[in-house]
């Protein structure tokens, strides 16, 4: 009997809604932006006029506003920009679209000096959740409605942003703020709040970041080493190289060798090189007999320690060129190393018997 498993965990698009500011006068520049709160990607953005493609109106532009925000840019404003825009966005689970409508008023405002204004009214906006220390973090605040000239602005616990190292603030047109960390750090734990003000007000939306972690939320990640080894079998005379990675783990990290369990720092022809924050490469150049034995890469952070071992194994070369440091000296016609100097006919026999080769005699 044959069984069927579908996969139902794709989500559909789910669009935020979004309006014109009403009216609008020709001349003016319009400005609104499709945002998808939840659904799988890949996400596909398309605007239409009427059910045509706005490419054919002119004055219409669109943005790619990231992964899940597509921006309609409509300036300046004719007549023929009344009407209807849909905001569709489609991926592998379905299609979802939104309408909104462009009123223009003729420029009436203009002409009787109307005083309506209208207050700017955000789209919510969150963060991931959680993040962790070293992980880059964006929320864009956007301005779904209210009348031109906007000033928009973030704050952190009630002051500047500006205090805050690793933070970036990127306007994007007239209506949208994007907000990044880069890298989430411990200090930046807390609330944002971006604030939109033009001549009838202002308001405003904050948001928490949550960092994984910290002592108020959640529990510090051990960390995870990636494992290594080395060449198998290596020779006396070649470099050897393995690099320590941590894939996961929160900061800070701290990273040690040891070999055989002991301190590594001693041993001669062995270098470590820090790696950035979550890597380590340990180079034995040239690889001795001496240099034969386990190496362990050690990681500790606040939520533990963890390691791994990998075994560095010498071929039989090693054991007959001890052998060979041992006996030639005594062998040779002038008790040197018969590598460096003429070998009596004792050493060249015993070096072609033990090796099958006497080239370290001459």
Not at 54 to 81: E, F, Q, Y
Not at 192 to 211: D, Q, R
Not at 286 to 308: D, E, K, L, M, W
Request: glycine fraction near 8%; proline fraction near 6%.
């Amino acid at each position: 009997m044959v069984k069927y498993v579908y996969d139902y965990s794709i989500a559909l698009p789910k669009i935020v809604p979004f309006s014109f500011d009403d009216p609008m006068s020709s001349g003016d520049a319009a400005q609104v932006t499709c945002s998808v709160s939840s659904g799988d990607q890949p996400l596909k953005f398309t605007w239409s006029f009427k059910g045509q493609d706005v490419a054919v109106l002119s004055g219409v532009s669109t943005v790619d506003g990231g992964r899940k925000a597509s921006m309609l840019i409509i300036d300046p404003l004719g007549a023929l920009h009344s009407g209807n825009y849909t905001c569709t966005v489609r991926n592998p689970a379905g299609v979802a679209n939104y309408t909104s409508e462009l009123r223009i008023n003729g420029n009436l405002t203009h002409m009787f000096n109307l005083p309506f204004l209208v207050l700017p009214k955000l789209v919510p906006f969150s963060f991931d959740e959680p993040m962790y220390s070293g992980d880059a973090a964006q929320v864009t605040c956007l301005v779904a409605s209210g009348d031109q000239p906007l000033e928009i602005s973030w704050l952190f616990e009630n002051e500047s942003v500006s205090v805050l190292p690793g933070v970036t603030i990127t306007k994007v047109g007239s209506k949208t703020s994007l907000l990044l960390i880069d890298p989430v750090r411990g200090l930046h734990r807390g609330n944002f709040t971006c604030t939109a003000s033009n001549h009838a007000g202002s308001s405003n939306y904050t948001a928490a970041l949550h960092i994984n972690g910290t002592e108020h939320f959640f529990p510090a990640v051990t960390p995870k080493i990636v494992p290594f080894l080395f060449d198998d079998p290596m020779s006396t005379g070649e470099a050897a190289q393995v690099t320590c990675l941590v894939s996961i783990g929160d900061p800070p990290l701290e990273i040690w060798w040891s070999f055989d369990g002991q301190n590594i720092t001693a041993m001669q022809g062995v270098s470590v090189t820090k790696l950035g924050q979550k890597a380590s490469s340990l180079l034995i150049d040239p690889v001795q007999a001496s240099h034969r034995g386990n190496y362990s890469c050690t990681v500790r952070n606040p939520a533990g320690v963890v390691n791994y071992t990998a075994s560095l194994r010498i071929n039989g070369n090693s054991l007959k060129n001890a052998l060979l440091l041992l006996f030639l000296p005594k062998l040779s016609s002038n008790h040197t190393l018969s590598k460096f100097g003429p070998c009596s006919s004792a050493a060249k026999d015993f070096a072609f018997r033990f090796w099958g080769r006497s080239h370290f005699c001459w």
